[in-house]
């Protein structure tokens, strides 16, 4: 994914949900000259940031929502994404407020979850009666690209792949728990918890995910 920004070294680029700063590290790497704005929407993700970055005067920390206006000074030369977007539910003020601070030119790269992502964990879910409630958006390319274009970028290209997932089964609960089924089982009693889990575990015909990845390259039309 980072290989895909055309970068010189020198650039401002905005990493948009950059969690606890573990891609920023490697975004950092191709700017030597440069600088990082990391943002994230949450707070306990940017405190971890600041320790990882305590000592590195070239990332700049931020708590903003997305889906609102960005406390940005000034544009950023490129944004980068990393499996952040399909948490948001509203892409259409997702990518204004993108191109809102992305300099006329500047690139967008991105990926995050889109259509048929985890769909067979899902069907499993509906069928305990539970459903992840619209708290996730897996956009399709078209739709995607369309936003984009709405939003004011050009030389738009997005593009869905398969990515199935293996995960030990040692840890495949705990996984599920931390990153799948956490908008379910969040609010449970831990007990409940664990039995959900291991009960969703136990519907799986194997312990692979099935991630599919919307992938977008686009620039902010002049």
């Not at 048929?116 to 992840?132: A, D, P, Q």
Request: charged share 25%; hydrophobic share 45%; net charge negative.
């Amino acid at each position: 994914m980072i290989d895909r920004l055309e970068l010189d070294g020198h650039e401002r680029v905005l990493d948009a949900g950059c969690g606890t700063g573990r891609v920023t590290t490697l975004l950092l790497e191709r700017l030597p000259g440069g600088r990082v704005i990391a943002l994230d929407g949450s707070s306990a993700m940017i405190a971890e940031a600041s320790a990882r970055f305590a000592d590195e005067p070239r990332v700049e920390l931020v708590v903003a929502d997305l889906t609102q206006p960005l406390p940005i000074d000034g544009p950023v030369d490129a944004i980068l994404s990393t499996a952040t977007f399909h948490w948001i539910t509203d892409h259409a003020s997702l990518f204004r407020n993108l191109a809102s601070v992305l300099r006329p030119g500047g690139q967008l790269v991105a990926q995050c979850g889109g259509a048929g992502n985890i769909s067979s964990l899902e069907r499993i879910i509906s069928g305990m009666g539970h459903t992840f409630g619209g708290e996730k958006t897996f956009a399709t390319a078209e739709e995607t690209r369309a936003r984009l274009e709405a939003a004011g970028f050009d030389d738009v290209d997005t593009w869905l792949n398969d990515e199935p997932t293996p995960i030990p089964a040692e840890d495949l609960e705990a996984f599920m728990q931390t990153v799948c089924l956490g908008g379910i089982v969040d609010d449970m009693a831990p007990d409940e918890r664990a039995r959900f889990v291991h009960e969703v575990a136990s519907r799986m015909p194997e312990p692979v995910i099935d991630y599919v990845r919307l992938n977008i390259v686009a620039r902010r039309a002049a």
